[in-house]
């Protein structure tokens, strides 16, 4: 987990009695209400960065090829020109180690491909096969998908939005923090074209009622094989982690719905 910490003042700054140890004691007799309150204005993350080792290759692909793939995480997408095409348009939400994606983009010259990822080396793995692919048609986000969906892609811009294997967070206190909930479910249908396909996939059997739970309570979507009913995996390409999961005896589900 990525840990922050704010800088006190310098001793001999003449502040830091102020705003140093006077800040710490504030925080200590602050009313457990306004404690509480507090905390209720974080935001509640669907991720929690365990990077683990990054290899050296991974670190050098950060620094010189994400400005040449990369977007970056705060500017309105303009896919016209990010691409210098016009062309349909999918997106992958959390696309890991890369695997899904570079097959899609790879397969569909056709289309124009756009990842989120926010852990690094799974960013700079997928950076090295795209530069060694010379894939024109896949661009990449190193940052929070949910800060990216709410003010980065621009309304009924995309064909099709992928999220493949989020992280299931299996205890009940951490569901809040699954990533497909029913705002999620807001910005998704705000970006997509009408008729836009929808496809999640999850080896976690709760998170997969969860997910048609949040889904068949929207009036925007409607399920491509009928009502509360699961899909087949049709092209989406099968990764490592998938396959590992069968072989511990995972029933992968995978769930497609088209914008209404």
């Known amino acids: 987990m990525a840990c922050f910490s704010r800088r006190l003042p310098d001793s001999n700054d003449g502040s830091a009695d102020v705003n140093g140890p006077a800040l710490i004691s504030k925080a200590m007799t602050l009313p457990r209400f306004e404690l509480d309150n507090m905390k209720h204005h974080r935001p509640i993350r669907s991720f929690v960065k365990?990077?683990?080792?990054?290899?050296?290759?991974?670190?050098?692909?950060?620094?010189?090829?994400?400005?040449?793939?990369?977007?970056?995480d705060k500017t309105p997408v303009d896919f016209d020109r990010l691409f210098d095409r016009t062309a349909p348009r999918y997106l992958e939400i959390g696309f890991g180690m890369g695997t899904s994606l570079l097959v899609m983009a790879e397969n569909h010259p056709e289309n124009d491909y756009l990842g989120i990822e926010v852990h690094r080396p799974g960013v700079g793995k997928t950076l090295i096969e795209l530069h060694q692919k010379a894939l024109g048609n896949l661009k990449i986000i190193n940052h929070d998908a949910i800060e990216i969906l709410n003010g980065s892609i621009p309304e009924e811009s995309l064909d099709g939005v992928y999220v493949f294997f989020p992280d299931p967070w299996q205890k009940k206190k951490h569901h809040k923090r699954r990533m497909?909930?029913?705002?999620?479910?807001?910005?998704?249908?705000?970006?997509?074209?009408?008729?836009?396909?929808?496809?999640?996939?999850?080896?976690w059997e709760d998170y997969a009622h969860h997910i048609m739970d949040v889904m068949t309570r929207s009036d925007g979507f409607t399920n491509t094989t009928g009502k509360r009913k699961y899909a087949?995996?049709?092209?989406?390409?099968?990764?490592?982690?998938?396959?590992?999961?069968?072989?511990?005896?995972h029933v992968v589900r995978d769930l497609v719905f088209n914008k209404v």
């Open 232 to 249: 087949s995996r049709g092209d989406r390409p099968e990764t490592k982690y998938e396959r590992r999961g069968r072989r511990l005896g």
């Open 50 to 72: 365990r990077e683990g080792r990054m290899t050296r290759a991974q670190s050098q692909a950060l620094e010189k090829l994400l400005p040449v793939y990369g977007v970056p």
């Open 180 to 203: 497909v909930q029913d705002n999620f479910i807001h910005q998704i249908h705000r970006i997509l074209k009408p008729g836009g396909v929808f496809h999640l996939a999850t080896d």
